[in-house]
């Protein structure tokens, strides 16, 4: 690792963090990272007690002492037991309110030490690839820092931006939420320079309970670009954006394909792989043809939002255009794989109506020798609505398919709705296990058929793609 980009003690630490000191001082010591988990802990490091629905760091406070721990943030009333249980000569207790909120008050503090540009990437789907595109155009000019995986949640974030080094001078994280004022808090930690905001869906209904609930969260990005020395990128295509979008102070910016923007994709073409080909013309350079080479329409969203960011931040769409050229899917999500003539697309990360519908989209576009095939499982977190959206995404599919397979519950719903929308019985048809499900898709499939595999991450339903691609015994 890296040297820090801001220099702090551990008194600092505990002063940041609002703790009260239990234990030996240890005041002047440098402050070397954190760890929320023993098994990935280095020596000098401050191990933070997170607590959870099915964990308890707390438990863990002993072990991380033994793996090099300097001191441990923990809660108030943990204290007694906890020195207790500890040496008298362990590393201090450094107690807090809440372990979880003391880290970001802790990343907070450590992000001022950076003066790179830092982006700030939400929307209700295509987050982490556009996060991904993000990051390689701007590794044109800079040394980036970016969220690991999807590390984009309360304790996730926090932990990324404690990742930054001086040898890193731009950076870009992914926000997620699942309530009403998680990005704001998020964006208050990481305070961006650069927000996007790729679209507002249906996403996690189960706890926003409904779209404007999912846009005033996802909104609250825009509310942390303060001021004119900051820009918000938002995609003009979509209306729920569209009507928030003058909240943020900072300068407002629009990409898209269909409404007038200062990146507006023009003459979008998919080829048979689905990858969009489209020409970009800004005021400041010359017209750039870009290839994809990531598939769906939706991407061509994200690779715009990078193409912008890229631009603020002195990278010329030409060299945008190389870069993305070379991007491949991350993954689990828009893979186009082959076994046996058959293309499969193991989209299985995560799924929502619209992450669903623009997979679908994807499937109709590309040119296919044989049938158009889709097998679906359940959306997840979709809370009362559930039912509806599933017959909604099955009428949606019924004279898009050649044939539809489902499994889980809710997908039971929407094949359902194909059949009753008119998709014919033998083409749509429902399995109650993935086995019976896989063993009914390798008999059906025959050289030239493309396969769409789509589903919440929660189902598991990359089972059936992996199974697709490797040859039964």
């Not at 992914?174 to 869906?201: C, F, K, M, Q, S």
């Not at 295509?237 to 900072?250: E, H, L, P, S």
Request: include cysteine; charged fraction near 20%.
């Amino acid at each position: 690792m890296g040297s820090p980009v801001r220099s702090m003690t551990l008194g600092e630490v505990a002063h940041v963090a609002r703790a009260v000191w239990k234990g030996a001082p240890a005041y002047d010591r440098p402050f070397a990272g954190v760890a929320t988990d023993t098994r990935g802990l280095s020596p000098g490091s401050v191990f933070v007690a997170i607590e959870g629905e099915n964990f308890d760091g707390h438990r863990f406070v002993t072990d991380a002492f033994h793996g090099g721990a300097v001191a441990a943030l923990v809660q108030h009333d943990r204290v007694d037991d906890l020195s207790n249980a500890t040496a008298d000569a362990a590393p201090p207790l450094l107690a807090v309110d809440d372990p979880l909120r003391a880290l970001g008050r802790i990343a907070r503090h450590y992000r001022r030490g950076f003066t790179g540009p830092v982006v700030g990437v939400t929307g209700s789907a295509g987050k982490t690839t556009a996060k991904e595109m993000i990051a390689a155009v701007l590794g044109c000019r800079f040394q980036v820092h970016k969220t690991p995986a999807n590390e984009n949640n309360e304790l996730g974030v926090p932990r990324s931006v404690l990742g930054l080094t001086a040898t890193h001078n731009a950076a870009v994280f992914e926000l997620a939420a699942r309530h009403v004022g998680d990005i704001a808090y998020l964006a208050d930690v990481v305070r961006p320079t650069i927000g996007v905001l790729l679209n507002i869906g249906t996403a996690h209904l189960e706890v926003f309970k409904s779209v404007e609930r999912v846009a005033k969260a996802k909104g609250e990005l825009l509310d942390s670009i303060r001021d004119e020395s900051c820009v918000a990128f938002v995609n003009v295509d979509d209306c729920v954006i569209a009507r928030g979008a003058k909240r943020t102070k900072g300068r407002l910016l629009g990409f898209g394909l269909k409404r007038e923007g200062h990146f507006s994709g023009e003459g979008l073409v998919l080829d048979q792989e689905g990858c969009g080909h489209f020409s970009l013309q800004h005021t400041s350079f010359p017209r750039t043809r870009f290839q994809l080479a990531i598939p769906g329409r939706h991407n061509v969203y994200n690779a715009l939002a990078a193409i912008a960011v890229g631009v603020e931040c002195g990278i010329p769409p030409a060299a945008s255009a190389e870069v993305l050229a070379n991007f491949s899917p991350v993954g689990m999500r828009s893979q186009f794989l082959r076994n046996r003539g058959i293309r499969v697309i193991n989209d299985c990360y995560n799924a929502n109506p619209e992450s669903l519908r623009a997979a679908i989209d994807l499937l109709v576009d590309i040119e296919v020798e044989g049938r158009r095939v889709a097998i679906v499982g359940d959306m997840l977190e979709l809370g009362a609505k559930t039912e509806e959206l599933h017959q909604e995404a099955g009428r949606y599919m019924a004279d898009r398919l050649d044939v539809l397979l489902t499994t889980g519950s809710a997908s039971q719903a929407l094949g359902e709705a194909a059949r009753a929308q008119g998709m014919a019985k033998a083409d749509a048809l429902h399995f109650t296990s993935q086995d019976d499900l896989l063993d009914h898709a390798r008999h059906l499939l025959t050289q030239g058929d493309t396969v769409l595999v789509k589903a919440s991450r929660g189902v598991g339903l990359e089972y059936v793609a992996e199974g697709l691609l490797s040859d039964p015994n």
